[in-house]
Every structure is written in C-alpha cells, then in structure tokens.
C-alpha cells in the first residue's frame, strides 16, 4: 500500500511490487506515508480486504 503523497517515490513502490510474484499494490490518491494514523478506516479497511483475499493458510505451511 502507497499514496501518491509518499515519501517512497510511486516508481520505486511500482518497481518492488512488479519484482515480487505474487504481490499486490494499491497507490492511494490524496494521502501520505502517515495513512494509518490521519486515516484509520481507509487504512483499515484496505488491510481488511487485503487480508480476506489473499491469506490461504496453506500458502504459509512450511515443507518437510
């Protein structure tokens, strides 16, 4: 998760989600590195989906 208002640069947050498989990416307009604290909902709400689709338990079992 990213904001147009970042401190990290939108291409260097564009650059790490496109070389990690599987990854996700969701660049807020009109908000700041400081998200989760000057927005909690938003925040919230983001992780909240995040976490609902994309956890499987099974993705996370370690192999013998």
């Known amino acids: 998760m990213t904001t147009d208002r970042d401190v990290i640069r939108?291409?260097?947050?564009?650059?790490?989600?496109?070389?990690?498989?599987?990854?996700?990416?969701?660049?807020?307009?009109?908000?700041?590195?400081?998200l989760a604290r000057q927005n909690p909902d938003l925040f919230n709400t983001m992780v909240e989906k995040f976490l609902s689709a994309s956890y499987r338990p099974h993705d996370y079992r370690f192999k013998n």
């Open 10 to 34: 939108e291409e260097h947050s564009l650059f790490i989600y496109q070389h990690i498989p599987k990854a996700h990416l969701a660049m807020l307009p009109v908000e700041t590195h400081h």
